[in-house]
């Protein structure tokens, strides 16, 4: 079964920085990409970022563009936030799928199957 843990999140204030941890196990021959989500009350579940596996092929929503980054080191993956504003303050959660690209692409919440507890990052 697939396990997904988020670490990393906590308070910053805005314009700060702070590295999301996502550790997948067992997504063998269940996955082949990670994004990563966030959620603010009353809000809907946004994709932020996603990568997949084989060929590190990355894509990231308009807002966060220039300013995270998402990159994986064998069974972790990790979201680099830079420059963070207030309104990104939110659940932030990793997730896995068997996807086609241009699915992944989309960074659409509900094409996505396995998803860790989540972390609260909260920007000031």
């Known amino acids: 079964h697939v396990q997904l843990v988020e670490s990393g999140g906590g308070s910053v204030q805005a314009g700060g920085s702070l590295r999301l941890v996502c550790a997948a196990s067992?997504?063998?021959?269940?996955?082949?990409?990670l994004g990563w989500f966030r959620q603010a009350p009353g809000k809907e579940r946004e994709g932020v970022a996603a990568?997949?596996?084989?060929?590190?092929d990355t894509r990231y929503s308009d807002s966060v563009k220039g300013r995270f980054t998402i990159s994986q080191e064998g069974n972790t993956v990790y979201l680099e936030m830079n420059i963070l504003k207030p309104e990104e303050t939110a659940m932030y959660y990793c997730?896995?799928?068997?996807?086609?690209?241009?699915?992944?692409?989309?960074?659409?919440?509900?094409?996505?199957?396995?998803w860790g507890q989540g972390t609260q990052v909260t920007v000031s």
């Open positions: 990568t997949l596996f084989a060929d590190k």
């Open positions: 997730a896995a799928a068997f996807l086609l690209p241009s699915v992944v692409a989309r960074l659409t919440a509900s094409s996505w199957l396995y």
């Open positions: 067992g997504y063998t021959y269940n996955s082949n990409c």
